[in-house]
């Protein structure tokens, strides 16, 4: 299929930077998100590589060779957009068969082709009606059909589940990363959604502000963020963040609680002490190496309680296993497990990640 290479790419609207010299490489076959908050450039980037953006700067590789300057036609590149981008006066069929028609491809061959990307995608039942008449979900497989019938060696979507429901957006998701690993094909997928991105990528991307923050698997980025941002993007609910003041040997985040500070670190002043809502754990009476907040709400799913909690001005977010009996104001034990923490210097980089 295709790898897709950004070296020093960037993009500039006059005076201002929107892309800030990215470089990353997706290897062939590898399902690639690029994610970050609004604004940070990511589908700016998306449509760089499509075409359909003028690179200010850099290079942009197609399985080594340079497309920056080739037009959208000729970079065997299909795209999938966030309003699927149907023909509403074409049936599913004659939109999925568009392409192929003005590529001059033979009328049985498009008809196969249509028809077994169709079969594949669960469409054959609606080839005859219009975009009209389908749900959010059946446009989106049809948007991607659109794609897979011209066998591009690149896949780019850009946020296609964003105009779904909560629950059709998790079954399409699983059903486009089914497809992807199916057909092999090179995949670069854009969304703000960091949970899309945790279960659907290969490899993240995270984008701030048009720069590239940290690239690695899904655990890789969950287990040793680069920095504060990264550790508090990726992971729902996010990361506690406490500011706490080095004395010593030790990390002082209440005026009665301290952690002990890892061997070797050597910093002064204040660092912030990270953990995630599910390494910490509850309990309704003082216990060893445990502190005491009070329970401001709880959360419960069925399947696991999350418990919002304060202590002075820091607010911070448990989630359990347990189904908690606890009453807003009333005090509560936590307990966080050392060994799963993260520090963070006060420019937001990662002074040690506590080894497990």
């Known amino acids: 299929m295709g ?12 005076a201002v930077d929107i892309i800030k010299g990215v470089n990353v490489t997706i290897a062939d076959g590898e399902f690639a998100v690029l994610v970050g908050p609004s604004g940070c450039g990511k589908s700016t980037l998306l449509r760089m590589v499509a ?3 003028d690179v200010s700067g850099g290079e942009i590789l197609l399985d080594d060779e340079a497309i920056t300057h080739v037009p959208p036609k000729d970079r065997d590149i299909a795209m999938v957009f966030q309003n699927y981008a149907l023909y509403p006066h074409f049936t599913v069929e004659k939109n999925m068969a568009f392409s192929l028609k003005l590529a001059g491809m033979a009328k ?16 054959t039942d609606y080839l005859h009606r219009y975009p009209k008449e389908l749900s959010g979900g059946q446009r989106q497989r049809v948007a991607t059909g659109r794609a897979i019938v011209r066998n591009p060696k690149v896949f780019l979507f850009d946020e296609p589940l964003s105009n779904l429901d909560a629950k059709l957006r998790v079954q ?27 279960t659907m990528a290969d ?16 655990l890789e980025l969950y287990d040793h963020p680069a920095n504060a941002f990264v550790a508090t993007f990726i992971g729902s609910p996010a990361m506690n963040m406490l500011v706490g003041t080095v004395e010593g040997d030790q990390l002082r985040l ?26 910490i754990g509850v309990a309704t009476q003082t216990s060893p190496g445990a502190f005491a ?28 296993k ?8 009333t005090t509560v034990w936590l307990t966080p497990d050392l060994t799963r923490s993260h520090l963070f210097a006060a420019d937001g980089t990662t002074v040690k990640k506590v080894a497990t």
């Open 254 to 279: 209440f005026p009665d609680y301290a952690v002990p500070m890892p061997a070797g670190i050597g910093a002064t002043g204040t660092l912030t002490f990270g953990l995630r809502p599910d390494h």
């Open 3 to 14: 790898s897709v290479r950004l070296q020093g790419v960037r993009k500039s609207f006059g």
């Open 293 to 320: 907040a009070t329970v401001a709400s709880l959360e419960a799913t069925g399947s696991e309680t999350m418990l919002f909690a304060t202590r002075g001005d820091q607010r911070l977010t448990v989630v359990t």
């Open 203 to 218: 490899r993240i991307v995270v984008l701030r502000a048009g720069e590239v923050e940290q690239v690695g698997t899904p």
């Open 51 to 53: 075409g359909l953006e």
């Open 322 to 329: 347990d189904r908690l009996a606890l009453t807003s104001g």
């Open 172 to 198: 399409m998701r699983s059903e486009i990363r089914e497809l992807q690993k199916r057909l092999g094909v090179t995949t670069i997928y854009v969304t703000h959604d960091q949970i899309e991105a945790m």
């Open 108 to 123: 049985d061959d498009i008809t196969r082709i249509v028809h077994s990307a169709a079969e594949s995608l669960g469409l």
